[in-house]
């Protein structure tokens, strides 16, 4: 059974502060990913990785980094938190493409920045 | 450009009655499209992809190329449907992009 973990399942920040959002697989994925998940927007790709050390931008990176250190984590990092940053993250992984494609996703992270 | 639409935010039916969640795309080439299903206080979840052609939970969803769309549908409600739904369509060699969502809501 693949388990995506992510590190706390809720977080509360201040302006300004650096925030990492960590996760943790471990099926081995090559895929690793970061959504931001808000009503009405629907879940936004903000960074991905197919590989250690590599990392693309998704839809909206603006305001994030990733890094992938080791194959089974991925972390988002916020430079400075903003109040608009305020959301839902989920981090997700998937083995290469194939006929049974699927991403696997984490419980999510509900961060809060006041 | 990709792009997935899901025109509902929310749908609300009565148990024992039909359900149709509905999903159109666009996309220049041979799309892949996938419903995804997140459950209260669970993690978000793949409910079926159109190449398996199965059902899933009573669930169906036929690809409609000439209308681009991606239906999701189910002919008897229950109540453990409730959920919020999301259709992805594949872009690239392994990426997804979502629909905004439809929250379903099943009434007793």
């Known amino acids: 059974d693949v388990k995506v973990t992510q590190s706390s399942r809720y977080l509360v920040k201040r302006t300004g502060e650096k925030v990492f959002l960590e996760c943790v697989q471990d099926m081995d994925h090559e895929n690793m990913f970061w959504y931001r998940q808000d009503p009405g927007l629907g879940l936004r790709l903000i960074y991905f990785?197919?590989?250690?050390?590599?990392?693309e931008k998704g839809d909206i990176p603006e305001g994030y980094s990733v890094s992938r250190e080791k194959k089974e984590r991925f972390s988002l990092i916020l430079e400075s938190a903003s109040t608009n940053q305020t959301s839902m993250y989920l981090c997700?992984?998937?083995?290469?493409?194939?006929?049974?494609?699927?991403?696997?996703f984490g419980p999510g992270t509900r961060l809060t920045v006041t | 450009a990709q792009r997935v639409t899901q025109p509902e935010k929310l749908l609300s039916v009565f148990k024992g009655a039909p359900v149709e969640l509905k999903c159109n795309y666009s996309?220049?080439?041979?799309?892949?499209l996938f419903w995804y299903v997140q459950y209260s206080r669970q993690r978000l979840q793949l409910l079926l992809r159109h190449i398996s052609r199965e059902s899933i939970k009573g669930f169906t969803a036929d690809l409609n190329k000439g209308e681009t769309s991606f239906h999701l549908k189910k002919p008897f409600a229950q109540e453990e449907d409730s959920a919020m739904y999301y259709c992805a369509l594949k872009r690239g060699a392994n990426n997804l992009f979502f629909g905004t969502g439809t929250r379903l809501t099943v009434i007793p």
């Open positions: 990785s197919y590989d250690v050390k590599m990392k």
């Open positions: 996309y220049s080439g041979s799309p892949e």
């Open positions: 997700a992984s998937s083995s290469h493409a194939g006929v049974s494609y699927e991403q696997y």
